[in-house]
């Protein structure tokens, strides 16, 4: 069994990222802008929004971060997307999510310009990924994949299994193990039969946020593992939804929580808003 370091691959995707920033400001002194959004006071959002601003440190982008109060309404929050929309410094705008119950977050994201959409979320850019022909990757399953890549597991002809069906995870996430080949099924609250469907699975990846949800009776011997989860655990432990313990000795390749997916995360965001930045200034 091996365990897939996420912080290592996610380090040198974002030393790549800042090899060619530090190239972009030297041949057209240009510097990427990443605006953060985040609305109220979700400790976990908290959290994210501290480590990508932290990111764009390290990579050298320009972050701006807005944080706003948790009752500002809707018109407020259209009218500072529209105003960053138009900004020139500005390439990538990340309103992170979950907002506020009375907000509308379809709306926000639709009124976000699909060329600063660096999350890939707007509708332009989620339609483009179906036809194979993206300018950004979803930023969580794109940085599954690059994990893939990087321990030189193969996609093509495996049998992927997704648990979750979220259009932020789990429906992108099979669009891009089905990009590379794989036989994909997508399971959710209504399939049937679950433990078995997973058990099919050479690749096994957890998006549902039920903590420790998969154990190791629904893992086949020498299965690759991700762990998408961002639980707590009955302590108010940072947790996965793969029983971590059980399971990771049945598996060829298992990532961890934290140190897995989540670092992943970010390094594609970066990715994404370099590559913003490089067509808007085409
Ligand atoms: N909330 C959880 N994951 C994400 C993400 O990838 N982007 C944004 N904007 N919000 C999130």
């Known amino acids: 069994m091996q365990i897939i370091d996420g912080k290592k691959v996610s380090a040198e995707v974002k030393e790549?990222?800042?090899?060619?920033?530090?190239?972009?400001?030297?041949?057209?002194?240009?510097?990427?802008?990443?605006?953060?959004?985040?609305?109220?006071?979700?400790?976990?959002?908290?959290?994210?929004?501290?480590?990508?601003?932290?990111?764009?440190?390290?990579?050298?982008?320009?972050?701006?971060?807005?944080?706003l109060p948790a009752k500002t309404t809707q018109e407020e929050l259209l009218d500072l997307v529209k105003t960053l929309n138009t900004k020139e410094d500005i390439n990538g705008i990340l309103v992170q999510l979950p907002l506020p119950k009375h907000l509308d977050d379809k709306a926000v994201i639709e009124a976000i310009d699909p060329k600063k959409d660096v999350d890939a979320f707007h509708a332009v850019n989620v339609g483009k990924i179906m036809l194979g022909e993206y300018d950004f990757l979803p930023c969580t399953p794109a940085g599954v994949m690059e994990m893939l890549h990087s321990y030189d597991i193969p996609v093509e002809g495996k049998e992927c299994v997704v648990i979750g069906r979220s259009n932020i995870v789990g429906k992108p996430m099979g669009m891009l193990l089905l990009?590379?080949?794989?036989?994909?099924?997508?399971?959710?609250?209504?399939?049937?039969?679950?433990?078995?469907?997973?058990?099919?699975?050479?690749?096994?990846?957890?998006?549902?946020?039920?903590?420790?949800?998969?154990?190791?009776?629904?893992v086949k011997d020498g299965a690759v593992v991700i762990d998408v989860g961002m639980d707590r655990d009955e302590n108010g432990k940072l947790c996965g939804d793969v029983d971590f313990e059980n399971v990771k000795d049945k598996c060829s390749f298992i990532t961890p929580v934290p140190g897995g997916v989540g670092p992943m995360t970010i390094s594609t965001l970066m990715k994404n808003t370099l590559k913003a930045c490089k067509l808007q200034n085409n």
Do not use: W
């Open 16 to 67: 790549r990222v800042r090899q060619q920033t530090l190239q972009l400001k030297n041949d057209y002194n240009i510097t990427p802008g990443l605006a953060v959004v985040i609305v109220g006071d979700d400790p976990a959002s908290r959290v994210y929004v501290n480590n990508k601003k932290k990111a764009c440190e390290v990579v050298g982008f320009k972050s701006e971060e807005y944080a």
């Open 179 to 218: 990009h590379e080949n794989g036989t994909v099924t997508i399971c959710h609250s209504r399939t049937k039969n679950l433990a078995e469907v997973c058990r099919r699975a050479d690749i096994l990846v957890a998006a549902v946020g039920i903590p420790k949800f998969v154990k190791a009776d629904m």
